[in-house]
Each structure stands twice: as C-alpha cells, then as structure tokens.
C-alpha cells in the first residue's frame, strides 16, 4: 500500500539552530502534501500545503518566513524550520493524499518530534 | 468552520469489553471520514475510510458509522484487547478531493488485562 517515510523521526539541538524535516511517498506521487503541528494533548492542526512546482498556502498565523516548505519533486516535500526557538518544540507530521477520489485516504509519515533547548 | 469533536477524551476498559468512540462535526458538506489510531509518540495509522455516500465501514473488529445528516459518526470496537490501548483520531475531509484533513483531539483509550 502506500507509504509515506518522514526524516528525522526526533531532533534535538540548540535555540537558533535550523531544522530540515523530509517527507516523501514512496510509492505514489504527490503534487500536494500536508503539514501538521501537534501539541501534547491537542489535535493536528494544519500549518501550511505542499504544492509541487508552486508556493506553499500557509495556515493564518503560521510564519512562512520561519517554517520554510519546498516541493521540490513529485515525491518529496521539505519543512525546514529557521531559527529554532524553544516554543517550536512539537510534533509535525506530514500527509499526502493517495489520490484525488473520495474512497482513497490520506496517507501519514510518522512524525518528527522536535525539541528546541 | 468545520469543527471536529471527539467524546469522550479518555475512556478507560477491562480486556474483552465492546466499546463505542464517538466523533461530531459540525457542517455536513464532507467528502470522507477517517479514523486513525495514534500510539505515543508515533504518526497515524489509517484505520478505516468511510466515503460520504456510505454508511459504515468494518474492518475485523472495527465498526465505523457515519450519519452525514446529523455530523455524526462512531468507532465501534469489538472484544477489546490491551493492544487497542493508544489514541483515536477522527479526521474529515472537507468537500473535495485531496484536501487537508480536520482532526478532532482524539479519545485515548487504556484496555486493561
């Protein structure tokens, strides 16, 4: 089945350091992939979308000047968050959906567990 | 807005218990449902779809509902087992294909032994 694969599975590092996250699909493509946030004991919340060979749609209130996205194939979408700060410290986790028809799901990476000293 | 809640946040069952998880959302214009199970710490695994024309979804001893008219839909989990233990999400997608997912917080469910 489809697979999406997220790197780093957990980063640790200093305030101020940046923070490149992968995701890619594996065995689909994907010209549009999600970025979510979530906090301990709160729901994923949507930061910002993925387009391939576009700009990336923040979410009001995300800061695209901080959380910097590049689509940059058709199987891979990055999320590097500039200047780490300790209030970025989350779980982002990305998303693509597996098709374009209502019966195909969206398809989930496992998370990045970012945690900012 | 599409708002998703979840009831109850935490539920708490002896080993071979059936169990119900609810998830209510407020406008009905979706296109799917998906229920996704969360274990601490890790990403979403997909559980079950459930399209918008659709009723109920099973899969072994999951059962999803999805009542389109009234914004509800429920996981029913049969003869609960301590490996069910981890966190439920429910997550619509609003109407049209290959959009972000609305997530409710999750309902933590602990199958005790």
């Known amino acids: 089945g489809a697979v999406v694969s997220q790197h780093p599975s957990r980063v640790i590092c200093k305030s101020g350091t940046s923070v490149k996250i992968e995701c890619r699909s594996l065995d689909f493509q994907a010209t549009t992939m999600f970025w979510y946030r979530q906090f301990p004991k709160q729901s994923l919340m949507l930061m910002a979308t993925?387009?391939?060979?576009?700009?990336?749609?923040?979410e009001q209130g995300v800061e695209k000047d901080k959380f910097l996205i590049n689509h940059a194939s058709l199987t891979l979408s990055t999320l590097t968050v500039t200047s780490a700060h300790p209030e970025d410290s989350s779980f982002y986790i990305c998303s693509a959906p597996s098709g374009q028809r209502s019966n195909q799901p969206q398809h989930f990476g496992d998370g990045t567990r970012l945690s900012i000293l | 807005k599409q708002e998703v809640t979840q009831i109850p946040a935490a539920l708490s069952v002896p080993e071979g218990e059936n169990l119900v998880l609810n998830c209510s959302f407020t406008d009905s214009a979706i296109y799917n449902l998906q229920w996704f199970r969360q274990d601490p710490g890790k990403g979403l695994t997909s559980l079950l779809l459930i399209q918008s024309s659709q009723r109920e979804q099973t899969s072994g001893r999951l059962n999803a509902s999805l009542d389109k008219s009234s914004g509800r839909s429920t996981l029913y989990i049969a003869a609960s087992q301590p490996g069910d233990s981890a966190t439920y999400l429910c997550a619509v997608g609003p109407n049209q294909a290959g959009t972000a997912l609305i997530f409710g917080k999750g309902t933590t469910l602990s199958v005790s032994s």
């Open positions: 993925s387009n391939e060979g576009s700009k990336a749609t923040y």
